[in-house]
């Protein structure tokens, strides 16, 4: 499990309890680490800055106590925003039907970069009806999500 994993399994359950999930957590930097969580209010209203304010105030000693990254950090909490980042799963099922971007880790007909509708989505994987067919006249692909570097929802 990697830093990433072990922040969200550490502070999901207590953000649940509060009504908000974790839609992505990301560390980055070497000497001063920062860690930022995105996260969503599962009433589905909109994220604004006083949620984050309080979730900061929630996994911050959390976080010091359970001392999952050693060293000083920045924490950062944020919204998705409306090109929300398609994560997990469970992120894809729930936006079936809705406007897509992505781009693969491989070319798929000397693209990488994809729009269109997230027409269906499994445990292990999606298919998007493409907004702009292939050259050859491709209007849908198949992608397990270990072929997919970045999914957000397009912003109409």
Same mark, same amino acid.
């Given at each position: 499990?990697? #830093? !990433? ?22 560390? !980055?930097?070497? #000497? ?17 800055? /006083? ?12 976080? /010091?106590?359970?001392?999952? =990254? ?11 925003? #409306? ?52 050259? /050859? ?10 072929? =997919?570097?970045?999914?957000? #929802?397009?912003?109409?």
């Amino acid at each position: 499990m990697d #830093l !990433s994993q072990r922040v969200e399994t550490c502070i999901e359950g207590i953000l649940k309890n509060e009504g908000y999930g974790v839609v992505r957590v990301q560390v !980055s930097g070497n #000497l001063r680490k920062t860690l930022q969580i995105m996260i969503e209010r599962l009433d589905d209203v909109s994220v604004g800055i /006083d949620d984050c304010e309080v979730v900061s105030r929630l996994v911050s000693p959390l976080l /010091d106590v359970e001392d999952v =990254i050693a060293g000083a950090y920045t924490l950062e909490v944020s919204s998705p925003g #409306l090109d929300r980042p398609l994560v997990k799963p469970r992120d894809f099922v729930r936006f079936i039907g809705q406007p897509v971007t992505l781009q693969t880790n491989f070319a798929i007909k000397n693209r990488k970069k994809f729009q269109g509708t997230l027409d269906f989505a499994t445990e292990t994987g999606i298919r998007v009806v493409l907004e702009q067919p292939n050259d /050859d006249k491709t209007t849908d692909i198949e992608l397990d999500y270990s072929d =997919i570097r970045v999914a957000r #929802l397009a912003v109409s």
